[in-house]
């Protein structure tokens, strides 16, 4: 069993290792401080609510790596140069960086409010941008050949499928956040940053509560995943550690989906239509 652990260590292990998470104190962003958190790495969490964050420390208190709460407004830009700063002020590197924090909004096409679009796009994709800009000096710091920093954006599977409504931009945000990861991949791998983006299928959290709440709803999203159910933390856990661990140092500029396979699913019935 020790020889296990230790093998499995070397691959996915992030003792000594600094992370970020943007919205890390509830949903998807808990569940990936608590996978960081238990492979060993000192994470900041931060939000606009600084008592989930808080509440997150507390209930992580017992895994390996510590948990520190702060709070940070993202809609702004002075919030995200806030943010940039006081993680500089506490430390010199920053081994990783998941960009989580985002916003949906919901309403019919020809309704949809300019003011809505704008909040989903500044939060979704400006505030990513612009706190990974200002984080690159402690990104680089931290990066070696061998041992890259590591930028992890959340995507969506909204973002790589053609469905909108009535989400419209949170859908053409999570695209721009697709391919924002690939500038970036390009960008940043000659100071040793890996960047990818973790497309995410339905998954529990206060964002899908309207549809994951609701029995006939839950059911009705459930049978459009090809694995029919919902993702789980140990889902977003494996695949979070594998890209921020030694296992994951060689690869940059991918979209994972992580989905149940329905970016590969097949339009039903086509097999019939081509045996005629």
């Known amino acids: 069993m020790k020889d296990i652990e230790t093998y499995l260590a070397s691959l996915f292990g992030l003792q000594g290792r600094k992370a970020l998470v943007t919205g890390g104190g509830s949903g998807i962003g808990l569940m990936i401080t608590r996978a960081l958190a238990g492979a060993g790495a000192d994470v900041y969490i931060a939000s606009r609510r600084l008592?989930?964050?808080?509440?997150?420390?507390?209930?992580?208190?017992?895994?390996?790596?510590?948990?520190?709460?702060?709070?940070?407004?993202?809609?702004?830009?002075?919030?995200?140069?806030?943010?940039?700063a006081a993680i500089a002020d506490d430390?010199?590197?920053?081994?990783i960086l998941v960009n989580n924090s985002g916003r949906s909004w919901g309403a019919p096409l020809e309704q949809f409010p300019w003011s809505a679009?704008?909040?989903?796009?500044?939060?979704?994709?400006?505030?990513?941008?612009?706190?990974?800009r200002q984080l690159i000096p402690l990104l680089t710091a931290a990066g070696k050949p061998d041992q890259p920093a590591r930028v992890i954006n959340i995507g969506s599977v909204m973002g790589t499928m053609p469905h909108g409504f009535?989400?419209?931009?949170?859908?053409?945000?999570k695209a721009a956040v697709h391919h924002l990861t690939r500038i970036l991949a390009n960008e940043l791998a000659d100071r040793a940053i890996t960047v990818n983006a973790i497309a995410p299928g339905p998954f529990p959290s206060g964002m899908t509560a309207f549809f994951t709440e609701d029995?006939?709803?839950?059911?009705?999203?459930?049978?459009a995943v090809p694995l029919a159910r919902f993702g789980k933390p140990?889902?977003?856990?494996?695949?979070?550690l594998c890209l921020c661990g030694a296992g994951g140092?060689?690869?940059?500029?991918?979209?994972?989906?992580?989905?149940?396979?329905?970016t590969a699913f097949r339009t039903p019935g086509i097999e019939q239509g081509l045996s005629h």
């Open 91 to 95: 430390t010199e590197k920053l081994d």
């Open 51 to 84: 008592e989930a964050c808080e509440k997150a420390a507390t209930d992580l208190a017992d895994l390996p790596g510590s948990v520190i709460p702060l709070q940070a407004d993202l809609q702004s830009e002075d919030g995200v140069n806030a943010l940039a």
């Open 117 to 132: 679009w704008q909040d989903v796009m500044n939060l979704n994709v400006t505030a990513q941008f612009t706190l990974t």
């Open 215 to 223: 029995p006939e709803t839950a059911s009705a999203v459930e049978q």
């Open 249 to 262: 140092a060689y690869i940059s500029g991918a979209i994972v989906p992580l989905d149940g396979g329905m």
């Open 234 to 240: 140990e889902d977003m856990a494996g695949l979070i």
């Open 166 to 173: 009535p989400a419209y931009s949170y859908s053409a945000s």
